[in-house]
Every structure is written in C-alpha cells, then in structure tokens.
C-alpha cells in the first residue's frame, strides 16, 4: 500500500472531497497478480466483498443463508485511489473463469475499462477472461506480469498474435508488486480509453 | 486474504435483514455513497440496521466499503440501507451513470490524477 495515509482505523471512509466515484476491473485468471497489483496502489488497506457466485440471478429473499449452505462463494477484492479533483477510483480483482460470469456481468456494469492482466508463464490461462471482456464490449488494456520462472521470452508481436489483440489494444508489462509500475499499467488503459475515436459500442 | 475479525462475520447473513425480503426501492449500486443523515436514531432499530449507522458516524461509505467492513454480502448491505433510507437515517448520493463513452475530461482528469500520484 504505497500510497496509504497513516494508518487510522477510519481510513476507509470517503475523504469529504469525494465527488465522483468510477470504477476499474484488474482481471485475470487465479494467482495472475490481482490482489497484488490492488494492494500496491490501494489508498486503502486490501478489503473484499464475499459474493455469491448466484448473486446477480438469485433474489433478495435467498438472503436466507440456512437454504443457501451450498451456494459457492468468491472473494473480490479490491482497492481504491483518491485522486486530486474530487475523483475516486475503485479497481475490482475479478476471476476470469466461465462460472464467474453473472457476478462479472455485475460487477462490469458502469466500469470504465477492464485491465486483464496475463501471466508470462501460462499466458493461455487469461484466454477466457478475454473472451469475457471482448463479449461485454468493455474496453480494455492487457498486462504482462513476467514471473522469473516463465519458459521463454516472447516478443511483442508474438505475444499479441497469441492472445489475438486488435492492433490498438494496448499491451503493455506490469510488476504489479511495483506501485509505479501498476500505474503504468492503469494509464496505458486509460490513455486507451482517451484515444478511442470514435467510441466503440458497448 | 483479509481474515475476519474473531474468525466469524460481525452480522450472520441470514439474520441480517430482519426478515425483510426487498429493498423498498431501486437497487443501490455498489458505489452509492451512504451518509448518515444526522437524525436521531429510534429506539428499538434492528441490530443490522444499527451496524451500518455505526459504521457511517465516522464518514461516508459505499455500498461496498460498508459490505467489506460489516463482513456482508453486498445484496444484505442493499437491503440494510433501504431501510435505514426509509427512516431518514441515511442519506444515498448514486454514481455517476454508466455511459457508452465515459466524459472525456473525466477520462482526463482520472489521467492526470494517477500520474500525480506517481509523483508524490
Ligand atoms: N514476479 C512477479 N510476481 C508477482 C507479480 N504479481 C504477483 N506476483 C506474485 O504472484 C503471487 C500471486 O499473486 P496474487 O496477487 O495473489 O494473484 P491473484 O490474481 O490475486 O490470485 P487469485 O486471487 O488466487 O486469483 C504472489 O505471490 C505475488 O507476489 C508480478 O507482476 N511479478
Ligand atoms: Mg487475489
């Protein structure tokens, strides 16, 4: 948490300059990096949301948690930045995986963009959480966390014909133990975002 | 991963809502801002309820700030400040509307914010 004011217990209260909250999605398949880059840059210490991988479908009335024993959970975690001029930004750990896809759906809803990150060493494990993002119509930015252990180097245009970019995707590498490196990272995304012309549709 | 205090949530989900199946108006998001709105808190308010006022006395929350520290699903925090919403209690302030193509100098500013923050 690089950017943490001293550690007070209501830390996690909105400063009082809050005005607009927006939020951004760091997905990716298990142990790609998320929580990591999150607690880098969270302004907050790291916090999660129990979810319910029915959330998005079932209704309020199976709040009853005695019937619902079976029901599978996931944590989301995520973080939050307070920037200067009043803006708030939230990121959201989300799994990529096919059976998350309501809860993604949710959680996508009114985000900015979606930064996927891919990891050097099992780069086809973020294939379906790009298959989720593409089909939402999200725009979004891919990072590549390299972990010591990855198998081989891959150049810039191999890596974008693996994961199948279009050419203005940004690609960018992330140590997303490195907060001005996961910065990085978010700016490639929302830089994107700036530049898109015209606006694609959701 | 973030342990829970004492190894249990603070509010068993299932007891959370006093029975109320509903929020009584449109869905709060997850980024809605909750403030405490200042007015006295009645006698007799469900325990739930009163979690959540408690943890607005320091400030503002979103729905999912207040979720994460109550240790709650989302859906029951909903549900809480519904309630409290109905009794004058808490005030709500909704986010910014999803749009197709986000303000450009929104876009901007987020910008200009991360890499101020790179500096500091
Ligand atoms: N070398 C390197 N290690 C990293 C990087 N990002 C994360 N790690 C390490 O990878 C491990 C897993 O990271 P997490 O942040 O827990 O991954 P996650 O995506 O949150 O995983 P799940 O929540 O299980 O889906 C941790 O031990 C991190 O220290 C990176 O960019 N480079
Ligand atoms: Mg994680």
């Known amino acids: 948490m690089a950017y943490a004011p001293s550690s007070t217990t209501s830390g996690i209260h909105l400063p009082d300059t809050a005005q607009e909250l927006v ?163 978010l700016l490639a995304l929302v830089q994107h975002l700036i530049d898109r012309d015209p606006p694609e549709h959701r | 991963m973030t342990g829970r205090r004492g190894g249990r949530p603070l509010v068993p989900a299932y007891l959370s809502t006093g029975g109320v199946a509903r929020p009584s108006r449109p869905q709060l998001e997850r980024l809605t801002v909750l403030s405490g709105s200042g007015e006295p808190v009645p006698a007799g308010l469900p325990a739930a309820q009163l979690a959540l006022l408690d943890a607005l006395f320091g400030g503002s929350l979103t729905v999912l700030e207040a979720a994460a520290l109550l240790e709650l699903p989302v859906s029951a925090v909903r549900v809480l400040a519904a309630g409290l919403l109905d009794r004058g209690l808490v005030l709500a302030r909704a986010p910014i509307p999803p749009a197709e193509s986000f303000d450009p100098d929104l876009l901007k500013r987020v910008a200009d914010g991360l890499r101020a923050l790179k500096h500091d």
């Not at chain 1, 959970?73 to 309501?102: C, H, K, M, N």
């Not at chain 1, 809860?103 to 060493?121: K, N």
């Not at chain 1, 379906?128 to 180097?153: I, K």
């Open chain 1, 23 to 185: 939020k951004i999605l760091i997905a990716g398949p298990f142990g790609v990096g998320k929580t990591t880059l999150i607690d880098s840059v969270s302004e907050i210490r790291p916090l999660h949301t129990e979810e319910r991988l029915t959330e998005a479908s079932v209704h309020v009335d199976d709040l009853d948690g005695v019937r619902e024993k079976s029901t599978t959970t996931v944590a989301i975690d995520f973080g939050r930045l307070s920037l200067p001029g009043g803006i708030v930004l939230y990121l959201f750990g989300t799994p990529g995986q096919e059976r998350f896809r309501a809860l993604w759906e949710e959680i996508s809803h009114g985000a900015l963009g979606a930064l996927v990150l891919v990891d050097s060493r099992r780069i086809d494990a973020s294939f379906d959480m790009l298959g989720l993002v593409e089909e939402s119509g999200l725009p979004y930015a891919v990072a590549l966390n390299t972990f010591p252990d990855a198998p081989r180097h891959h150049t810039d245009e191999q890596l974008r014909a693996a994961l199948d970019l279009a050419p203005d995707t940004p690609l960018v590498t992330c140590d997303a133990r490195d907060a001005e490196s996961s910065i990085d990272a």
